[in-house]
């Protein structure tokens, strides 16, 4: 018998950490990352990579390719593979669900925003910003008046005039955020709410050294999806399809 195929979609440690548990349990599993990162950590198992042209491009992947059930690992900020896998898979019949890590532990003195462009706009004249957003969205503080320390795992196309960078990728410790931010002088942090624990030190060194900390919200999830927050729970709510 055919074995069931499952499409990963991810990009993330969850995603990474979800494909060797799903092949154990039997599936015939093949993660899908997006080709952004030049030097992508590698889930264990089949690999593509690249997009699929959009909504419609998907769901003709998952008829050629007759797979069964799409897992989206993706990053909470990557809305629109999110919105495309639950519309692609809903138009194949396939069987569709949503690993969204929960998001960070947020102190009631941190300032939310919607999007990067109210973070930019939030941001005092003359600030010392810590900028954590990874690397598609910097081009929004580009005409900012502040000096940035802007971390990425790979350089940003556009920058702002007054900026340093750091490529380097989590997880990262209490004390060398703290470290860090005290040797840039920064007194704001702008970041979004990723979740997880490998980056979430540095909201906690923020707090602890009571600088401004400016948090983008969340983007919206497909609405009716089926979503759970735990790798564990997607290995149980697979196992359920065998
Ligand atoms: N956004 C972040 O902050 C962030 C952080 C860490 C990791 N990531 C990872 O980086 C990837 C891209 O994120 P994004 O914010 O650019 O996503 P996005 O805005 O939702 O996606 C834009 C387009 O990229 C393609 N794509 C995205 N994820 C893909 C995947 N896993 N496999 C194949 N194609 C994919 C799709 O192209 P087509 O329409 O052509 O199919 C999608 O329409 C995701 O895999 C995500 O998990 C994102």
Redesign the pocket.
């Known amino acids: 018998m055919a074995r069931v195929r499952i499409l990963l979609?991810?990009?993330?440690t969850e995603a990474r950490e979800l494909a060797p548990r799903l092949t154990a349990l039997g599936f015939d599993v093949v993660s899908?990352?997006?080709g952004?990162v030049a030097e992508p950590v590698l889930p264990a198992g089949d690999v593509r990579i690249?997009?699929?042209?959009?909504s419609a491009?998907?769901a003709a992947y998952l008829r050629d390719e007759k797979v069964d059930a799409v897992v989206d690992a993706?990053?909470p900020?990557?809305?629109?593979?999110?919105a495309?896998a639950y519309a692609a898979a809903r138009d194949v019949g396939a069987h569709h669900l949503l690993l969204r890590r929960p998001g960070f532990i947020l102190h009631p003195e941190f300032e939310v925003v919607p999007d990067v462009h109210h973070a930019a706009a939030a941001i005092e004249p003359g600030a010392h910003v810590f900028l954590t957003i990874?690397r598609?969205h910097v081009a929004a503080f580009a005409h900012v008046d502040a000096r940035f320390l802007i971390r990425a795992i790979d350089p940003p196309t556009v920058l702002p005039h007054h900026h340093v960078l750091l490529l380097d990728r989590g997880p990262f410790a209490l004390e060398d955020e703290v470290e860090l931010m005290q040797r840039h002088g920064i007194d704001t942090l702008v970041t979004?709410d990723?979740g997880g624990s490998a980056t979430a030190a540095k909201l906690d060194a923020a707090a602890q050294l009571g600088m401004r900390v400016i948090v983008i919200a969340r983007p919206p999830v497909p609405e009716g999806a089926d979503m759970i927050g735990e790798v564990e729970a997607a290995v149980d709510w697979a196992a359920r399809l065998l």
């Open positions: 979609l991810g990009g993330t899908s990352l997006a952004r690249g997009g699929f042209g959009g491009g998907l993706t990053h900020f990557a809305e629109h593979i999110s495309n990874g598609q979004k990723s």
